[in-house]
């Protein structure tokens, strides 16, 4: 395992990249956690797991404000993501052992996984968004952010969540500008969809909508799992893993 920092626009991102065993030149997945995660997490580590015994190399990076990466929690937004998966792409392109690239996220890294895929439709072999967050633009038009409301066309100046997170502003501006619909129609290779169908933060409703609106989608749904896959870690596991030795 190699541990080290991308830089991204004057911005260090805490990285770990992981090869499989025994191999030279092989496939690498870029994955990314979720709003408030990390690359730890339980269910990002059996995603990671799953791939490196699929043969593929993983390299988890953490995003602006959240695990070791620099910058504000409180002042992420999904600009400043997009900004930095677009500089771990580039980092990635400049490694001479991968054969294909992949891009993974989950949740809100599952909604920037849409996105960038939609951004970089040239790079990626497949995308996998895991229980893809992408109801978030439309909700913050609608004046809904982290289970409270507020007048949309007059964004307060934070957001404060019941269980203690709290976000600026410009989160809300940022995400009301975002159309996912128009990154799904600019990707139109092989997507992997999984989804818990139990899950109680992102609708599992948007996971059939996107598989319908991609051009090349398949959904995989984990029957009873929530949003983390708690107690559903071997499904998860196993559904990456098919993907990638089929
Ligand atoms: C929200 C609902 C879900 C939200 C973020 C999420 C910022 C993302 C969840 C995740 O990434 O796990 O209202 O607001």
Request: glycine fraction near 8%.
């Amino acid at each position: 395992m190699e541990e080290f920092f991308i830089e991204s626009d004057g911005i260090k991102l805490h990285s770990k990249l992981e090869k499989p065993e025994g191999t030279d030149k092989c496939p690498l997945c870029i994955l990314i956690h979720g709003f408030t995660g990390h690359m730890e997490e339980d269910h990002i580590i059996a995603v990671k797991d799953a791939m490196l015994k699929a043969k593929v190399a993983v390299l988890r990076v953490e995003m602006y404000g959240h695990g070791q990466s620099e910058g504000e929690f409180e002042k992420h937004t999904l600009y400043k993501w997009v900004t930095n998966a677009l500089s771990v792409v580039d980092y990635a392109r400049s490694l001479d052992f991968v054969t294909d690239l992949y891009l993974c996220g989950h949740s809100q890294g599952g909604l920037l996984t849409m996105l960038v895929g939609g951004m970089c439709p040239d790079d990626f072999k497949a995308i996998i968004p895991m229980s893809p967050a992408w109801m978030i633009p439309e909700i913050c038009r609608a004046g809904m952010i982290l289970g409270t409301t507020f007048d949309p066309k007059h964004i307060p100046e934070k957001a404060y969540s019941n269980d203690g997170w709290w976000l600026c502003g410009d989160y809300i501006r940022v995400a009301q500008t975002i159309h996912v619909e128009d990154e799904i129609e600019r990707y139109e290779k092989e997507v992997l969809i999984i989804h818990g169908d139990e899950d109680e933060t992102v609708p599992f409703d948007y996971a059939e909508k996107a598989e319908k609106l991609y051009k090349n989608a398949k959904l995989i749904p984990i029957h009873g799992a929530d949003h983390c896959y708690v107690n559903h870690l071997e499904e998860l596991s196993e559904a990456i893993y098919s993907f990638f030795i089929n």
